[in-house]
């Protein structure tokens, strides 16, 4: 990996390029920078999750169930095993598909009434309908996106119980988790009790689970996507914007070419850039130069970003947009962006269509433009960013 590698990123996470698959950091933990050993951790089943809030879940009283995503082991897997089918090619297709639809065409029809708008609300408002059907959050009194934005804020401080700092997010975060459970899970558990339906809270409330673990359940929903889903489309319009024969091949394509185009951008542009394990048992790492090995308890994190732009898996460019890439090592055309083994993503193939339901129909309005330069934003608790003052622009009244 070459300093003069040309890239087409958008977004600089700041960090120089990786000289070895796994290193040390300074702070003595692992970081996986090669896609084969990244791979390898991820799939592995002697690692529990570790980053994403893991230590704040911990805390909890050991009656409350965690939610899926701080599960592992057996019952991690039985979990995704009963909740798969939500996110079945069918299901997405016959459930989901009409809803975006909609969704979509009820975004592009303000944005040409308006004739601005901030991206970052119309992908947000396309991400909340479709989890909030995914999830069953069909009684909700009015402001919801509202209370989401207030509960994932662009720039969040530790809450604690020193310093007024940390005392007033503490404060703020407990009230916002108040807000979403009088205003939203509440009002869809009392619902679903008295009828229910083929969504998330029916399925955790014939599992026996309280309204605070139906809460929690809810919100790791929320945060994987809504929040995720939202800066997806966001860079992913960024690039289409920025490369006119890139836009030319996605407005000429058929769904699938699209769908593998965005996915490529993705795998450039992962909204996660970091995953956290920590080993239950000794690891293995594979590397050029032989095995890592990695003892238990080691906390291990993959570098998403650089994993996916790993020469050796991905081909030549490997940071640039070329659709149409063959990953050697799969899972699929976005690699690891999200994530692989026991704790990938169920709803990938959701974020995706939705983000093409989405773009499709703007980059097909004539005179679509991006007005001014988008800013970025870091959360450094997963390395991931937020786009924002991405707007988009057309003659009003179209």
Known sequence: MGDARESARKVDRGRERPGCPVS???????????????????????????????????????????????????????????TARFFTPRRVDEHYRALMMRVAEEQVAALCAAGTAQLSDLSFTMAIEVV???????????????????????????????????????????????????????????????????????HLLAEGCSDAEILGECLTYAAA????????????????????????????????????????????????????????????????????RVRPGELVTVLVDEANADPRVVGPGPELVRPGRELLLGPGAAGLAFGDGPHRCPGAAVAVLEADVLLSRLFALDGLRMTGEPRVSFKDDIGGYEIRNLTVAVSAGR
């Open 24 to 82: 040390r950091g300074p702070d003595g933990s692992w970081r996986v920078h090669g896609y084969a050993a990244a791979r390898e951790l991820l799939r592995s089943t002697e690692t529990v999750q570790a980053g994403l809030g893991v230590e704040t879940v911990e805390r909890l009283p050991s009656r409350i169930r965690r939610p899926v995503l701080y599960q592992d082991g057996p019952g991690h897997r039985e979990q995704r095993r009963q």
């Open 132 to 202: 909030r059907d995914i999830i069953g959050l069909r009684h909700s009194r009015p402001g919801l996106k509202g209370r989401l934005e207030r509960f994932f804020p662009e720039e969040f401080g530790r809450p604690g119980l020193t310093g007024a700092r940390g005392l007033y997010w503490l404060v703020r975060q407990n009230a916002n988790w108040l807000r979403i459970h009088l205003a939203d899970v509440r009002p869809a558990i009392r619902a679903h009790r008295a009828e229910a339906r083929d969504d998330l809270i029916s």
């Open 225 to 292: 996507g809504m929040v995720t889903t939202r800066e997806f489309i966001c860079v992913a319009a960024w690039h289409l914007f920025g490369d006119r024969e890139l836009l030319d091949r996605y407005r000429s394509a058929d769904e699938p070419e699209r769908l593998s185009l965005l996915q490529e951008i993705l795998r450039l542009e992962p909204v996660v850039g970091r995953l956290s394990r920590r080993a239950t048992a000794p690891l293995r790492l594979p590397t050029a130069d032989g095995a890592v």
